[in-house]
């Protein structure tokens, strides 16, 4: 199994695409959120991957760095539908209120031409909190992680060897989601910049955490390896410095992917 990051910022990067990313096994593959663009299509394009080859989307809220990218999919999804004869099903998964604000952005967007797969070829299926649930060949826990800004979802992930991986969503674990991370063989933490210059970037008014605030979480969690996404632009060192940094709380295996890196999971 191995995911892709096909971006690693938060929502406001001029040097690297919002976070989502791609996950991989066999023929089976989910995208985890889409970004903010049309640059979703560019990005899976660069991979070979076409967008009729993907099983399913998770979409985790409704953020603009989120969200605005996954109508561009539907978008090709649907166009493969109405003109090249494309019969196969994808599905759409979150939570209630993320799906009723993809549903609404496709409706003022798309057109009848497109819309008109929805709910016969395009699936859209509501996740409640601590549900189980199989999408795209994947086997899923998804979980509220308890935002305060808005619901957002994120979910534990059954890798082929028996163990787990944690995606804890685009902000940090909570005590109420604990449980979903504990000993993790992976877990994905948002870090939105560099301890260092959080009175910069103020990531804690933004409900964010650190490299090094992430690096303890993972420490704490007593998991194998972390990797660290959701960060501010920085540079070409930003790779050496988040690593440095969490390595200073974390004992375990620490990932600072760059956009469109792959991870063998």
């Known amino acids: 199994m191995n995911v892709t990051f096909l971006g690693t910022g938060c929502a406001l990067?001029?040097?690297?695409?919002?976070?989502?990313?791609?996950?991989?096994?066999g023929e089976n593959r989910l995208l985890v959120d889409a970004g903010g663009g049309n640059e979703i299509l560019v990005r899976l394009d660069r991979l070979n991957v076409p967008v009729t080859s993907?099983?399913?989307?998770?979409?985790?809220?409704?953020?603009?760095?989120?969200?605005?990218?996954?109508?561009?999919?539907?978008?090709?999804?649907?166009?493969?539908?109405?003109?090249?004869?494309?019969?196969?099903?994808?599905?759409?998964?979150?939570?209630?209120?993320?799906?009723?604000?993809?549903?609404?952005?496709c409706h003022m967007i798309l057109g009848r031409k497109l819309t008109k797969y929805f709910d016969s070829q395009i699936l859209f299926r509501e996740v409640?909190?601590?549900?189980?649930?199989?999408?795209?060949?994947?086997?899923?826990t998804a979980f509220?992680?308890?935002?305060?800004?808005?619901?957002?979802?994120?979910?534990?992930?059954?890798?082929?060897?028996?163990?787990?991986?944690?995606f804890a969503g685009d902000e940090p674990v909570k005590p109420s989601t604990e449980k979903?991370?504990?000993?993790?063989?992976?877990?994905?933490?948002?870090?939105?910049?560099?301890y260092a210059d959080r009175e910069i970037y103020k990531p804690y008014e933004r409900s964010h955490v650190t490299s090094l605030d992430a690096a303890r979480l993972a420490q704490e969690m007593q998991v194998s390896n972390m990797v660290i996404y959701h960060t501010e632009d920085y540079g070409p060192d930003r790779k050496a410095r988040?690593?440095?940094?969490?390595?200073?709380?974390?004992?375990?295996?620490?990932?600072?992917?760059?956009?469109?890196?792959t991870i063998e999971l």
């Open 54 to 105: 993907l099983g399913a989307m998770f979409v985790t809220h409704s953020h603009s760095d989120h969200i605005l990218g996954t109508p561009w999919v539907i978008r090709a999804v649907a166009t493969a539908m109405a003109e090249e004869g494309y019969t196969g099903t994808f599905t759409v998964a979150g939570c209630r209120q993320t799906l009723q604000d993809v549903r609404a952005i």
């Open 242 to 261: 988040m690593t440095q940094e969490a390595r200073t709380a974390f004992d375990g295996n620490i990932f600072v992917p760059e956009d469109m890196e």
């Open 144 to 166: 509220d992680i308890g935002s305060k800004k808005m619901r957002q979802f994120g979910f534990r992930l059954a890798l082929p060897d028996g163990e787990m991986l944690c």
């Open 180 to 194: 979903y991370a504990k000993q993790a063989k992976w877990l994905f933490s948002e870090a939105y910049c560099l």
């Open 13 to 25: 990067v001029l040097k690297r695409y919002n976070t989502c990313f791609l996950l991989e096994d």
């Open 128 to 140: 409640s909190d601590g549900e189980e649930l199989t999408l795209a060949g994947f086997r899923l």
